[in-house]
């Protein structure tokens, strides 16, 4: 066995992971997420005692975005949509990407009120909604452009993509997110 068979094969046990232009590194604890719960990811990275940071790249108004998000969240071609991408940190190590789409005229002003909170914080104490998860989907891939930008991973390094919709008390879906989590830096599990 060659190093760099060595090294993928750690990498695939989770044990290890690259950075960009950085090197190898020793894998933290897995982080235990239940996507389906109304937690958010600061409060349940305290609750496993770990510390949680979070950044946001760009918080913009679109015109334009995937025909689904279009369609799920009642928008039409050409109207406003919020697009905010970020990354997630623990222990000052970043382990996910998101794109969150937003539907403007549900939550004007949204990106302006978002500072430095989280989305859930935002929609109770500015919009008097509280947000639940509608719909989950989980899919193996490899990190791309802008979650390798986000994150600072390397090009085809083994990821989770988690697609959800967030939905208002009628079930009238608000926000999509659409998350990168680094392969071993995530245990997902799904309380039914």
Same mark, same amino acid.
């Given at each position: 066995?060659?190093?760099?068979?060595?090294?993928?094969?750690?990498?695939?046990?989770?044990?290890?992971?690259?950075?960009?232009?950085?090197?190898?590194?020793?894998?933290?604890?897995?982080?235990?997420?239940?996507?389906?719960?109304?937690?958010?990811?600061?409060?349940?990275?305290?609750?496993?005692?770990?510390?949680?940071?979070?950044?946001?790249?760009?918080?913009?108004?679109?015109?334009? !975005? $995937?025909?689904?998000?279009?369609? @799920?969240?009642?928008? #039409?071609?050409? +109207?406003?949509?919020? =697009?905010?991408?970020?990354?997630?940190?623990?222990?000052?190590?970043?382990?996910?990407?998101?794109?969150?789409?937003?539907?403007?005229?549900? !939550? $004007?002003?949204?990106?302006?009120? @978002?500072?430095?909170? #989280?989305?859930? +914080?935002?929609?109770? =104490?500015?919009?008097?909604?509280?947000?639940?998860?509608?719909?989950?989907?989980?899919?193996?891939?490899?990190?791309?452009?802008?979650?390798?930008?986000?994150?600072?991973?390397?090009?085809?390094?083994?990821?989770?993509?988690?697609?959800?919709?967030?939905?208002?008390?009628?079930?009238?879906?608000?926000?999509?997110?659409?998350?990168?989590?680094?392969?071993?830096?995530?245990?997902?599990?799904?309380?039914?």
């Amino acid at each position: 066995m060659t190093l760099r068979q060595a090294l993928l094969y750690l990498e695939g046990e989770s044990k290890i992971f690259r950075k960009d232009r950085r090197g190898w590194f020793v894998a933290l604890p897995r982080f235990n997420y239940s996507p389906s719960s109304s937690t958010s990811f600061k409060q349940a990275a305290i609750e496993q005692g770990r510390l949680p940071s979070w950044g946001y790249l760009e918080k913009e108004s679109v015109y334009t !975005a $995937p025909a689904d998000v279009l369609s @799920l969240l009642g928008v #039409s071609e050409g +109207e406003t949509l919020y =697009k905010i991408s970020g990354w997630g940190a623990l222990d000052s190590h970043k382990v996910f990407y998101h794109e969150t789409f937003i539907n403007a005229q549900v !939550a $004007p002003d949204f990106i302006g009120q @978002l500072g430095e909170r #989280s989305f859930a +914080e935002v929609w109770e =104490k500015n919009y008097a909604k509280k947000t639940h998860t509608q719909h989950l989907e989980f899919k193996p891939t490899r990190l791309s452009g802008g979650a390798c930008k986000g994150m600072g991973g390397t090009s085809g390094t083994p990821s989770i993509r988690v697609k959800k919709y967030r939905a208002d008390e009628a079930n009238k879906i608000v926000q999509i997110d659409i998350e990168y989590w680094r392969f071993e830096s995530v245990e997902f599990f799904i309380d039914l």
